[in-house]
C-alpha cells in the first residue's frame, strides 16, 4: 500500500511543533534547522513523522513569539588582544554582543540552545576579526558597515518563504572582518546518528542526509556545491 503523501500544512504544522521544541529547550540550533529543512523537503506523512518522534506531547502546543523584552542585558563576548570562543552546548537567551579589538572572537552557534526563531548579534571589529559560524539552512540577515575592512556570508541559506531560524547580525567592521559562514565552510560538530536520522536514511536513502553537516548537498535547495 502507498503511503500518504505530505501536503504543505501539515509541513507547516510540524515547523511549529519543531519551533515550540526549540523553545523548550529540546533542540539545538543545528538540529532545529536540520528538521525544519526536512520538514520542507518531506514526501509523505511517515517522513513527517520521524522530525517530532523522539519529542514530548507537550511540545505540540501552539508557537508563539517571545515578546521582545526591551531591558534584557546583552551577553558579551570581548577580546582585545587576545581570543574569545564560545562554542559546543551553550544556551542563547539574550541578544549577543561580541567585540574584537586586535584579537578574534569566535562564536559557533550550531550546538547552542535556542528560545525562539531569530538570534541577533550585534558584532564590532577592529583591527580584529569576528567569525560566527551557523548550520547551513538558517536564513543570514546581515547589515552594518566595513570600513577598510569586510563583512560578508558564506552560508547555504534556504529557499525564500520558508519559516526557518533567523540569524540577524549588525557588523561594524574598522580594518577587520565580520563573517557567517556555515557547516560547509567550518570544522564538523560530531555527533551521533540519531534515531530519526536512522529512520530516515532508511525511508529516502543516503542523499536525504548527506551534506546536512558539511557535506556538498543542500536539502534546503536541493542544489549541490563544491567545498573548497
Given at each position: 500500500m ?45 517522513e ?8 514530548p506531547?507537550?511540545s ?17 563576548f ?14 542563547v537567551?539574550?541578544?549577543?554582543g ?7 572572537v ?13 538570534i541577533?548579534?550585534?558584532?564590532t571589529?577592529v583591527?580584529?576579526?569576528?567569525k560566527i ?11 552594518g558597515?566595513?570600513?577598510?575592512g ?14 526557518v531560524p533567523?540569524v ?25 546518528l540519531s534515531a530519526?536520522?536512522?529512520?530516515w ?6 542523499d ?12 534546503w ?8
Amino acid at each position: 500500500m502507498d503511503e500518504v503523501r505530505a501536503s504543505d500544512a501539515e509541513r507547516e504544522a510540524v515547523v511549529e511543533l519543531l519551533k515550540q521544541a526549540s523553545v523548550d529547550g529540546r533542540l539545538t540550533l543545528v538540529e532545529l534547522t536540520e528538521r525544519t529543512g526536512a520538514a520542507y523537503t518531506a514526501s509523505t506523512q511517515a517522513e513527517l513523522a520521524l522530525l517530532t518522534q523522539d519529542l514530548p506531547a507537550v511540545s505540540a502546543a501552539p508557537y508563539a513569539p517571545q515578546p521582545v523584552d526591551t531591558e534584557r542585558k546583552r551577553r558579551w563576548f570581548v577580546a582585545v588582544m587576545g581570543d574569545s570562543k564560545r562554542r559546543g552546548k551553550w544556551r542563547v537567551e539574550s541578544e549577543i554582543g561580541a567585540v574584537a579589538v586586535m584579537g578574534d572572537v569566535l562564536l559557533d552557534l550550531r550546538e547552542a540552545e535556542v528560545r525562539g526563531n531569530r538570534i541577533d548579534i550585534v558584532a564590532t571589529a577592529v583591527m580584529g576579526d569576528v567569525k560566527i559560524i551557523v548550520p547551513d539552512g538558517v536564513d543570514v540577515d546581515l547589515e552594518g558597515i566595513a570600513i577598510m575592512g569586510d563583512k560578508k556570508v558564506d552560508v547555504m541559506e534556504a529557499e525564500p518563504g520558508r519559516d526557518v531560524p533567523v540569524v540577524h547580525v549588525k557588523a561594524y567592521a574598522v580594518m577587520g572582518d565580520v563573517k557567517i559562514i556555515g557547516d560547509s565552510k567550518a570544522e564538523p560538530i560530531r555527533r551521533g546518528l540519531s534515531a530519526w536520522r536512522e529512520h530516515w536514511r532508511a525511508l529516502v536513502g543516503d542523499d536525504g542526509l548527506h551534506g546536512l553537516h558539511g557535506g556538498q548537498y543542500n536539502p534546503w535547495t536541493g542544489r549541490r556545491r563544491e567545498i573548497d
